[in-house]
């Protein structure tokens, strides 16, 4: 193969890179407009909704479908069908009722039905978006991506902007993005009769056995980036839960932006290893990603004043050091996620699992110590400190590599990552619930 022919996959990986960053970057802005029109409005209590209400049903999905979405991403057609009628007949019924559970619950605290209600069918379509944004991604069309993640956003913010609630603006750039998804996959879309047809409960209670393997790594990564936000709901007021979820949310949206790029290189290798075409197995989007981080982090910490007075137009105290603390923590998460993601795509799932355990593990005694004494900033603060100390067990790991860390967090040394039996299903990448561009995420 000449060097024409190598340079090709790569400058390709970098080009899907880079618009799948700058996708997440357009979208994160939008979001920031959102919460800046909000706040302004005084729509604290809409956002510390959002937060709330979709931390929760984003667990209900998580317990009753494991990870499902990672599996659709990599997965064969059989498996695809069964994750499609899993979602039909199992996961959606479950988080209606959970809808239920969980606004009985909030509503005790001062957080109104007809929000969460809409929150509610927000989480819903973002979960449904991980699907379709990933049958686009399979084929790498990541400018019909673009298009479909923040397109929506625009009638949203017009909405907002003109004093309209900011649940139901969530909810109309919802539909907009359902609706423009099915358009961009034409003969692929979810409403196809085909599709329809070849929905059965015995293929959704097999998704189960297929995803078996993922479940544990998907409670992890969701601890690990919830778990902080969940407990601050339960211990302080709507009005607080509003002002550190539009920080929460910049964060989130900065790290969207980076998990975008290694997504790139994540779909390159599923491709590869399923002979459906090489996308480029380089380090482009590591690079990418890693430099952004640290770009990203210098700009918040310098400019975190402004953000969260003059744009989000929060209280001076507090807001600014939660927003620094998690920007510190940028790169590390970057880092971790290049790791956990190169594995995955590489059919690794073990070691990714393994990492991101760890991650949960360390962020759920700091995080019990911290937010009841601190509050919002012991959130922030046990977020950095977990990213910190992933990073820091994986690159003593590396940096030992002929000892125990590396054979547990790694695979064996000296060798490839550990081959995955012949026997068991495929393992996914990833299109993180927590990381893909829905109407409203990070």
């Known amino acids: ?23 997440n970057l357009l979208n994160g802005l939008l979001n920031a407009a959102l919460l800046a029109f909000s706040a302004h409005h005084g729509q604290t209590d809409e956002i510390a909704t959002y937060v709330a209400v979709s931390a929760a049903l984003a667990l209900v999905a998580i317990a009753v479908a494991g990870g499902s979405p990672l599996l659709y991403i990599s997965g064969d057609a059989e498996q695809r069908r069964a994750v499609r009628s899993q979602w039909v007949f199992v996961t959606v019924p479950c988080m209606m009722l959970g809808t239920v ?44 991506i673009a298009v479909a993640a923040c397109g929506c956003k625009v009638p949203a913010l017009v909405m907002v902007a003109l004093g309209g609630q900011l649940s139901s603006a969530l909810l109309t750039a919802a539909v907009i993005q359902f609706l423009a998804a099915e358009a961009f996959l034409g003969r692929r879309s979810w409403l196809r009769p085909r599709f329809l047809a070849e929905l059965s409960p015995r293929h959704a209670f097999s998704a189960f056995r297929m995803n078996r393997h993922l479940f544990t790594y998907s409670i ?51 491709r590869h290893r399923q002979g459906l075409g090489d996308a480029g197995n380089g380090r482009q989007g590591e690079v990418v990603a890693i430099a952004g981080a640290v770009t990203i982090t210098v700009v918040s910490i310098l400019a975190a004043p402004w953000i969260v007075d003059d744009l989000l137009r929060l209280p001076p105290d507090g807001p600014a050091l939660w927003l620094i603390l998690l920007a510190a923590a940028l790169p590390f998460m970057t880092i971790v996620r290049a790791v956990t993601l190169n594995q995955i795509g590489d ?7 393994r990492i991101m355990v760890l991650n949960a593990a360390l962020i759920t005694p700091v995080a019990l110590a911290a937010v009841p004494l601190a509050g919002a900033t012991g959130a922030a603060s046990a977020t950095l400190a977990a990213e910190v100390l992933t990073g820091a067990v994986l690159g003593l790991a590396l940096l030992r590599r002929q000892g125990r860390l590396s054979a547990v967090f790694l695979g ?11 026997s068991e299903p495929a393992p996914p990448g990833k299109i993180s619930t927590s990381s893909g561009p829905g109407v409203f995420r990070g």
Not at 220 to 229: F, L, N, Q, S, V
């Open 1 to 23: 193969m000449g060097t024409g022919d190598r340079d090709g996959p790569r400058r390709s990986s970098t080009r899907d890179s880079l618009v799948a960053s700058c996708t």
């Open 412 to 422: 064996p040394a000296g060798g490839g990552l550990p081959a995955v039996p012949a």
């Open 220 to 270: 992890a990564e969701y601890w690990g980036a919830r778990m902080t936000a969940v407990l601050l709901s339960l211990l302080v007021t709507p009005q607080v839960m509003g002002a550190f979820g539009a920080v929460l949310s910049v964060y989130q949206a900065q790290a969207s932006v980076l998990t975008a790029a290694l997504r790139v290189s994540l779909v390159g290798r599923v």
């Open 101 to 144: 559970a969980i606004g009985s619950f909030y509503s005790r605290s001062g957080y109104g039905w007809p929000a969460m209600l809409s929150i509610a069918l927000v989480a819903i379509g973002n979960h449904h978006a991980n699907f379709q944004l990933a049958d686009l991604a399979r084929e790498l069309r990541f400018v019909s």
């Open 347 to 353: 059919a690794s799932y073990r070691q990714a699992t």
